[in-house]
């Protein structure tokens, strides 16, 4: 694995040396940092970005994404490979909360507008180093709480639940189980057990279908994303409990939307990952326009979608 | 403790004590699965009952069915590191065949678990010749295999997920016989055949051959070109039948699935009791091996520990398992 | 003479007294074969003490023994007066013994001096390696054998192997050494630089270090050794001063009487049978010369091939069984032409060939028997693909009788074999081909003396019964008393042929000699 990452590292640095100084015309140039381009959600957000550049034209846009989700190496190089090429504005979602505060706070410093956006940068870290920036993005804590709480609603008071988690250590796995624990509080839900799938399906499935077998009384289901949610269901009909226990997700990709219609899953939560890079870098222009800069926490938009939402 | 019936002569002693030692180097396997499973049966209240069984059957399928294959490759003294990356490939490719609109239900299937077969034999094809024809350790060949499926995955659907299956293809991954998940049992019926083809069989006796002692073998007069490339090759073709489970178990196809497939198969034919250097080893020894590793993992979940004690215990067990061998040969060296 | 032969199994000889080394009664087993016998051995200050005996004796287990890689099983070993059980190299080595090993234990990336120095290496703070110091080191240790044209920064992979012969024999004499083993060291050098050793020996003896010299080639050991112990399975057998003792004494001691009589039995010459095979400038890829090899081998004949080791022997056979593809020449079968891509297809035209290394090319060795039997002939005890165990078994047991086979089980791993029993196995393995023409590379090398006289009587049935046999050996005596031709090869050339009637050591010896002697020369 590790192998593989230092590779991609390198060709992506590679690739990232060839376009210096490309930019003759006066349009300012974004830099976009994503992460896993491999994940279906940031890929979409990444298409989204540059449907937005081509509807604007007014400014250009060079985007790098990672091959995996912790290769934080490549976001860094990325980073400095920016500041080189001198551009505008640099809109970026961090892998790392921590690692990336240094090289973007030369970013700043080498006078580039630099916006925060998906997952929030580590406050400590950028008192630390000196660095104000703002954050643009979805509350992944309230999200989750949404759909948590349509769960408690559902289910009623100490209803018996579990929650699959995200990777560890991943800030946005952190703040949708936080998200859910405030609803299991609120709901006064019964929280049987909480544990990681490490966002994936085959994962999930084998996970829950074990915590059932411990378990069988459960009756709710809080999965930190969709695709560890497709697994829940599955196992849920395996078991031959469909319908028996509600599950709810995040993410909404297209694969949910089946199950949404037909009620094997109750809710999942829609952050408009496609509008979220577009929303960031009109942020970064506005700024470069001479507009104020950004302060504190700007909300993006959050959804519950439930088979109401689905046709 | 009547002596007259025991078998006396020289050939008859050695021939028993031949069996005994096999039967011994698999009992090991065998034995340390039991203990594993009378611990959880002890320690926990749902283990042993008809569902969680059921369960872990189902959960050891898709592991069992790429270690089958990775039993051959590691027999010949090669790995394979990119089955995750090329189960991945097959499923994208045979849930894209699956999906095509017009098609019958029963030939969409078909043709879907035609093509991943055949994308998982490619691959493995693309394996052992470069590995074999440039003498290129099948550890790099694989790694950047792994690399190049992967890329292929995600090219081929743009990053997104496959789902919408015909029902009767979701219903089937889900179905079981007397508790037995079919899924199971025909990845049992793929380690009978592979037991056969091992055991019984020219091409396995080379196999095992060229594993000891790959110049021996040559100069024997057997085609090692061949043998390599079909190794490889049979490691492909069960990765694509593992892709077809993968969907019928999950009813998705995605390229991000399957990511570090390589190291549970790698493990279960190490547990198993297959030399990493080759030419020792068995299917039966890998079929154990897979079942400890899901027992174990269904067993830690059951018993509540923490995710990351698990995987601290799981590591510890495959470096046990490995001791362990190296005693058992001794044993059956002596 | 009988005076100055000492007799081991307890026996303490008195003259030994003023030895610095002495060893009694030493005894190793590696599972069931027995290396070492009972070795009594007693080595004095400033003495180069040869130890000579056939290949499998127990000479190389004896080192290892001296230098901690493998411990005995029983015996007794004294260095200056003092038990002496080294566990690891490095308590050989602060004992002062050191050792040059047959095969090299160099570094082939690093450079000489790093190779020199690797066991003491200068260094500077935290660990840094002083390179100024090392280079000066190893210079002075090349300087000190005469190798003053090498330079020490040159990586060990870039010299010749005589080179790197003394360079590991520089190595060996950076330590502290009161004894200095050199196991065949001669094996891969020149004339010259053999002489070059010589004088370095002569000096390390002036020094008061003791020396244990182990050769094949007993004019060296007459010309530099003060003594001389003959190993003979596992045991000593005779230990005398050079000069009262002559190299037929010494080799009927290394022999032994089983093995002579079967070397004395009455042998007709046979070269009338048809030509079975013919080679026309069959040229080796290794092979620095175009005209490659010629000859013509009969059925019938058992022709024999002498040549030192890296004469293109060993080459030669793996041209003609398509082990290694002929760059240019012909090979004829019966006649008729043939372009063998591969051993498969030699072994289809009636080919087998006893490799010179059962471990590495020969047999499986973790595999049964019965399996290494038919290794090369699966398609005839198998239907369908499937092997057919029964038949196997029967073909093992038949075979097996053939060739006087000592086994328990046709299931038994052949590694559980000793290793003449082995030797007979890859035998087997081809006479399962039935073949009509056998090469054989050291066909007796590391096999006991009554399996040697076993193989040597199957091999001429074999020839009795029409088979035309290539052989090649690096024993003499072997080929002296198996072959009706000798073909003595030399840098890849026959460099003459002998006919049964002159057959003599010496002769064979200067045709092998020929060209190292105009090279010396030069």
């Known amino acids: ?209 074990n915590m059932l077998t411990a378990h069988p009384d459960i009756q709710g289901v809080m999965a930190a994303n969709d695709s560890m949610a497709l697994g829940v269901v599955k196992a849920i009909d395996a078991a031959g409990k469909t319908g028996k226990i509600e599950v709810v997700g995040f993410d909404n990709i297209p694969a949910v939307q089946p199950l949404l219609k037909e009620k094997k899953m109750l809710a999942t939560v829609d952050q408009f990952g496609q509008e979220m890079a577009a929303n960031a870098v009109d942020k970064a222009l506005g700024v470069l326009k001479g507009g104020k800069p950004l302060e504190g926490w700007v909300k993006t938009d959050i959804k519950l979608v439930t088979s109401d939402d689905v046709k | 403790m009547d002596s007259t019936d025991i078998d006396r002569s020289p050939a008859g002693r050695a021939d028993f004590a031949a069996v005994s030692k096999t039967v011994l180097r698999e009992a090991g396997i065998g034995l340390a699965l039991v203990v594993l499973i009378i611990v959880f049966s002890v320690t926990t209240q749902h283990f042993l009952t008809a569902s969680n069984i059921t369960n872990i059957l189902t959960q050891v399928t898709i592991n069992l069915v790429l270690s089958i294959g990775m039993t051959f490759v590691i027999l010949i003294g090669g790995i394979d590191l990119s089955v995750g990356s090329v189960l991945s490939f097959c499923a994208v490719v045979a849930g894209t065949v699956m999906t095509l609109p017009g098609l019958d239900p029963a030939l969409a299937v078909t043709l879907a678990v035609i093509s991943a077969v055949i994308a998982g034999i490619g691959f493995g094809l693309f394996n052992g010749f470069i590995s074999a024809y440039w003498a290129i350790p099948s550890f790099i060949v694989t790694l950047g295999t792994l690399n190049i499926a992967r890329g292929a995955a995600l090219q081929v659907t743009n990053a997104s997920t496959i789902y919408s299956f015909p029902a009767a293809f979701n219903a089937f991954g889900s179905r079981t016989i007397y508790g037995v998940p079919v899924l199971f049992l025909i990845a049992l019926l793929l380690v009978a055949i592979a037991w056969f083809v091992l055991a019984k069989t020219v091409f396995g006796r080379v196999l095992y051959g060229i594993g000891n002692n790959e110049e021996a073998a040559r100069l024997a007069g057997h085609n090692i070109f061949f043998y390599k490339i079909a190794a490889f090759t049979i490691c492909g073709a069960l990765v694509g039948i593992g892709a077809i489970i993968y969907m019928a178990r999950l009813n998705i196809a995605s390229p991000i699935i399957g990511i570090g497939f390589e190291l549970n198969a790698i493990a279960a034919v190490i547990i198993g009791g297959t030399s990493l250097s080759g030419g020792r080893g068995s299917v039966v020894g890998t079929l154990l091996g897979a079942c400890i590793i899901g027992v174990l993992a269904n067993g830690l979940i059951l018993l509540g520990l923490s995710d990351f004690m698990r995987q601290m215990i799981t590591g510890f067990v495959i470096i046990l398992a490995v001791i362990l061998d190296k005693y058992r040969e001794r044993l059956t060296k002596a | 003479m009988e005076n100055n032969q000492t007799m081991p199994d307890g026996i303490r000889p008195s003259a030994d007294a003023e030895a610095l080394l002495h060893l009694s009664g030493v005894r190793k087993r590696f599972g069931g074969v027995v290396a070492l016998d009972g070795v009594s051995f007693a080595l004095r200050a400033g003495e180069v003490h040869a130890l000579v005996g056939e290949n499998g004796a127990g000479k190389s287990t004896l080192i290892k023994i001296l230098c901690g890689i493998v411990q005995r099983d029983a015996g007794e070993i004294e260095l200056a007066g003092a038990p002496y059980d080294p566990h690891a190299p490095g308590d050989a080595k602060s004992a002062g013994i050191q050792v040059v090993h047959q095969e090299f234990n160099l570094l082939p990336y690093l450079s000489v001096a790093e190779n020199i120095c690797f066991e003491d290496m200068p260094r ?399």
Request: glycine share 8%; with cysteine.
């Open chain 3, 124 to 522: 500077k703070h935290f660990g840094m390696v002083d390179y100024t110091s090392l280079y000066a080191k190893a210079r002075k240790a090349l300087d000190a054998i005469g190798l003053a044209d090498v330079d020490v920064r040159r990586p060990v992979e870039s010299l010749g192997v005589a080179h790197r012969q003394l360079v590991e024999i520089a190595r060996a004499l950076m330590g502290e050494s009161r004894i200095l083993i050199l196991d065949e060291p001669t094996a891969t050098l020149t004339e010259r630089e053999t002489q070059r050793l010589f004088t370095i020996i002569a000096g390390l003896r002036a020094k008061g270090v003791a020396i244990v010299f182990v050769s094949h080639h007993l004019q060296e050991v007459f010309a530099i050794c003060d003594r001389v112990t003959v190993l003979r399975n596992g045991a000593s057998v005779m230990t005398a001063d050079i000069a009262a003792t002559t190299p037929e004494q010494l080799v009927s001691n290394m022999v032994g009487r089983q093995l002579a009589a079967a070397m004395a039995a009455e042998k007709t010459v046979d070269t009338g049978g048809k030509t079975a095979l013919s080679l026309r400038n069959l040229r080796h890829p290794a092979s620095p010369f175009a005209e490659g090899v010629s000859f013509d081998l009969h059925y019938g004949e058992m022709l024999g091939i002498a040549g030192l080791v890296g004469s293109g022997r060993t080459e030669l056979l793996r041209s003609i069984f398509a082990a290694d593809v002929a760059v240019s020449g012909e090979l004829q079968r019966e006649g008729a032409p043939r372009s063998y891509r591969n051993p498969g297809d030699a072994i289809a035209d009636g080919i087998g060939f006893v490799t010179e290394d059962r471990k590495e090319e020969g047999l499986i060795l973790s595999m049964p028997i019965a399996a290494n039997v038919t290794l090369a002939s699966l398609k005839d005890v198998s239907r369908l693909g499937l092997v057919d165990k029964n038949k196997e078994s029967r073909l093992t047991q038949k075979l097996g009788g053939e060739v006087r086979l000592k086994y328990g089980s046709p299931r038994d791993a052949a590694s559980t074999l000793s290793g003449g029993n082995q030797q007979k196995v890859v035998l087997a393995k081809w006479l399962a081909n039935k073949p009509r023409v056998l090469l054989l590379d050291e066909p007796t090398r590391g096999v006991d003396v009554g399996a040697k006289a076993e193989i040597y009587a199957l091999l001429r049935g074999l020839a009795e019964q029409g088979l035309a046999l290539l052989i090649v050996s690096s024993e003499l005596p072997e080929l002296i008393t198996l072959c009706d031709r000798i073909l003595v090869m030399s840098k890849h050339r026959i460099a003459g042929e002998v006919a049964r009637k002159d057959f003599s050591e010496e002769h064979i010896l200067n045709l092998a000699y020929k060209d190292e002697r105009r090279h010396g020369q030069h």
């Open chain 1, 1 to 209: 694995m590790r192998f593989s990452k230092i590779i991609a590292a390198g060709l992506l640095a590679g690739t990232l040396m060839v376009p210096i100084a490309s930019h003759a015309d006066d349009k300012p140039v974004v830099g976009l940092v994503m992460k896993s381009l491999a994940n279906e959600f940031f890929k979409n957000m990444l298409e989204g970005a540059k449907a937005h550049e081509a509807k604007r034209g007014d400014y250009t846009l060079k985007a790098v994404g990672m091959q995996s989700e912790t290769d934080i190496e490549t976001q860094i190089n990325a980073v400095e490979s920016f500041i080189t090429e001198k551009v505008d504005a640099i809109v970026i979602a961090p892998a790392d909360s921590r690692a990336l505060v240094p090289p973007l706070k030369r970013a700043v410093d080498a006078g580039i507008t630099v916006v925060n956006f998906d997952v929030s940068l580590d406050e400590k870290a950028k008192q630390e180093a000196g660095l104000t920036l703002a954050f643009v993005g979805p509350d992944n804590r309230g999200g989750a709480k949404l759909a948590g709480d349509a769960l408690a609603k559902k289910l009623g008071q100490g209803a018996k639940v579990v929650i699959i988690e995200g990777n560890p250590g991943a800030d946005n796995a952190a703040q949708r189980k936080l998200g859910f624990m405030d609803s299991v509080e609120a709901g006064k839900l019964d929280l049987l057990d909480s544990r990681t799938a490490h966002w994936e399906t085959e994962e999930a499935n084998t996970l829950f279908s």
